[in-house]
């Protein structure tokens, strides 16, 4: 049977920026990745953008991490030659409750570190953006985009320079613990598969709870359970009505159909929020839902085309009364399985936090894990 010192589950961004900072300092690193290609789910199907962190409770890590991530995105970018662009970012409001909201997430973004935050009224955002008619605004110069594609193969080019592996068209069907860690059963190019691992880590994006069950954890009990949450984009045809992105107040079905340029200027409205029992990359929405959405801050939305676009699917963890529910990413030996590691519901901000998670993968491993 073959061995391996860390086996990663799951080559999208986070798998893979947990590969490459392991990497770094261990030999004998692998990644599974069931299918052709790296990144052909969650990773390579979202708007690309870099979140300044405003969003999430303080203490979390989902807070943490994307504020930290933001920052050391923009450092690999610049360090790389990894295209971006830091275009800031307008939150508006219209009417009272909203601009109620809008003061709560300023002070919630000054509590989790984000620097630069200001509250514009009408008159400033029109100088902004000229056609962004609302009452209030949070302006967040650290919001940014990035191509998905660009920053996985930044993080895959580190693995290959570490010499570690990525299996592609490898699935894992079966975990079993023992003595020596773990001997993970599967499916490679066609052929079956095993190799014993002496520490697991669990990064497979919308089947991470699948995988945590493979392993023998009660994902019901645990919380673990993922819900599959799509969200489709229209694209707006022409010339581009803003040049920054632009988001409505958040609601707690999440940050609402916003407006994200791309690297060529080309603006994207989504994404919306809808639970699905599978994986379909379809768009499903309706023109007029999106459109309604936006005239509420772009009333010249109802002249300008707009298409359907693309689509994506979020690992949401399951809650009673869709709460908020931070990152799982959790050492599980208090579950009876040392040397497992879980990363389940990691959804925004996770590329923006995927470098940083990397770290918190690594310190983890290096300090509670390696034998």
Do not use: W
């Amino acid at each position: 049977m073959e061995k391996a010192k860390i086996v990663i589950i799951g080559a999208g961004i986070i798998g893979l920026a947990v590969a490459a900072e392991l990497s770094n300092s261990n030999d004998s690193v692998y990644v599974f990745e069931k299918n052709r290609r790296t990144g052909l789910e969650t990773s390579s199907h979202n708007s690309g953008v870099i979140h300044s962190g405003i969003h999430y409770p303080r203490g979390s890590l989902k807070a943490e991490l994307c504020v930290k991530g933001n920052s050391m995105i923009y450092e690999l970018c610049k360090d790389y030659g990894i295209p971006f662009k830091k275009l800031g970012k307008l939150t508006v409001a219209v009417g009272d409750d909203e601009i109620r909201e809008l003061e709560r997430l300023r002070k919630n973004g000054e509590d989790n570190g984000v620097e630069g935050l200001k509250l514009l009224d009408t008159d400033e955002v029109r100088k902004l953006e000229p056609d962004i008619i609302v009452d209030r605004a949070i302006y967040t110069p650290s919001t940014g985009i990035i191509e998905p594609e660009d920053l996985m193969n930044h993080f895959l080019t580190k693995i290959q320079k570490n010499r570690a592996t990525v299996a592609i068209e490898t699935e894992i069907t079966h975990i079993k613990k023992n003595d020596d860690g773990y001997e993970l059963i599967g499916i490679s190019v066609g052929e079956r598969f095993s190799v014993q691992a002496e520490t697991v880590i669990n990064c497979s994006g919308l089947y991470a709870d699948r995988v945590a069950a493979m392993a023998g954890m009660d994902i019901e009990k645990l919380g673990y359970r993922i819900r599959l949450c799509k969200g489709d984009y229209f694209r707006i045809s022409g010339k581009p009505p803003v040049k920054m992105l632009v988001y409505p107040v958040p609601t707690r079905d999440g940050l609402g159909i916003h407006m994200t340029p791309d690297l060529s200027g080309s603006v994207r409205l989504g994404p919306n929020t809808y639970f699905v029992d599978g994986i379909d990359y379809k768009v499903e929405s309706s023109e007029r839902e999106f459109r309604d959405a936006v005239k509420r801050y772009l009333p010249s939305v109802v002249s300008y085309n707009i298409h359907p676009d693309s689509s994506g699917i979020r690992p949401k963890l399951k809650s009673q009364d869709n709460s908020f529910r931070d990152f799982i990413i959790k050492h599980e030996e208090d579950n009876g399985l040392p040397g497992f590691v879980n990363l389940i519901g990691i959804e925004s901000p996770g590329l923006t936090a995927s470098p940083a998670i990397g770290v918190y993968v690594a310190d983890m491993y290096e300090n509670d894990i390696k034998r």
